[in-house]
T-cell receptor, first 113, second 109 residues
Framework: DGGITQSPKYLFRKEGQNVTLSCEQN?????MYWYRQDPGQGLRLIYY???????QKGDIAEGYSVSREKKESFPLTVTSAQKNPTAFYLC????????????FGPGTRLLVL | GQQVMQIPQYQHVQEGEDFTTYCNSS?????IQWYKQRPGGHPVFLIQ?????EVKKQKRLTFQFGEAKKNSSLHITATQTTDVGTYFC?????????FGTGTRLLVSP
């Protein structure tokens, strides 16, 4: 069953702790993306990767970090430097970069207390 | 940078009424894509338009791409409660998609 998986669905953390959100895809897609969505708002791009071992900052990269060591995986770390980390985080992938159709995972809701 | 705006931000209709959301880009697009996000869910791809002036239909949904490839619309005929959700357009053709601000649709039975 091909697709994108994100785990966990809900994540609770204490303020000041780093937390890593996982994103795995078995679609053999080259490009992967991380978005943040706040209640009632649109999608804001955090980071994206067009190829293994390479990634670029999106519009709101401050306080976040990523890695792309494998084609299938694109984990996102929310660091303690992120001032308002509570949000819905969505991972997506596309066959190739440059505006291709994106396929989204189910998302992780992060609540920082 | 490139911006993609959508109007209206929110619309509440009675079941059976029509609904339209409009998408406008600050720059010419290579393609326009539409996504639907159900409440509590994730965005799901609906359709992609590539050609200037292109019109595509999916059952009760009609999608248009403007002649200048800078605007698009999604029209739903005779809405149903299953149409509830947020509709996003996304401008393609660059290193990344640029998502619109979204239109949230609420349908009352």
């Amino acid at each position: 069953d091909g697709g994108i998986t994100q785990s966990p669905k809900y994540l609770f953390r204490k303020e000041g702790q780093n937390v890593t959100l996982s994103c795995e895809q078995n679609l053999n897609h080259d490009a992967m993306y991380w978005y943040r969505q706040d209640p009632g708002q649109g999608l804001r791009l955090i980071y994206y990767s067009q190829i293994v071992n390479d990634f670029q900052k999106g519009d709101i990269a401050e306080g976040y970090s990523v890695s792309r060591e494998k084609k299938e995986s694109f984990p996102l770390t929310v660091t303690s430097a992120q001032k308002n980390p509570t949000a819905f985080y969505l991972c997506a992938s596309s066959p190739r970069p440059s505006g291709e159709t994106q396929y989204f995972g189910p998302g992780t809701r992060l609540l920082v207390l | 940078g490139q911006q993609v705006m959508q109007i209206p931000q929110y619309q509440h209709v009675q079941e059976g009424e029509d609904f339209t959301t409009y998408c406008n880009s600050s720059t010419t697009l290579s393609n326009i894509q539409w996504y639907k996000q159900r409440p509590g869910g994730h965005p799901v791809f609906l359709i992609q338009l590539v050609k200037s002036g292109e019109v595509k239909k999916q059952k009760r949904l009609t999608f248009q791409f403007g002649e200048a490839k800078k605007n698009s619309s999604l029209h739903i005929t005779a809405t149903q409660t299953t149409d509830v959700g947020t509709y996003f357009c996304a401008g393609g053709g660059f290193q990344k998609l640029v998502f619109g601000t979204g239109t949230r649709l609420l349908v009352s039975p």
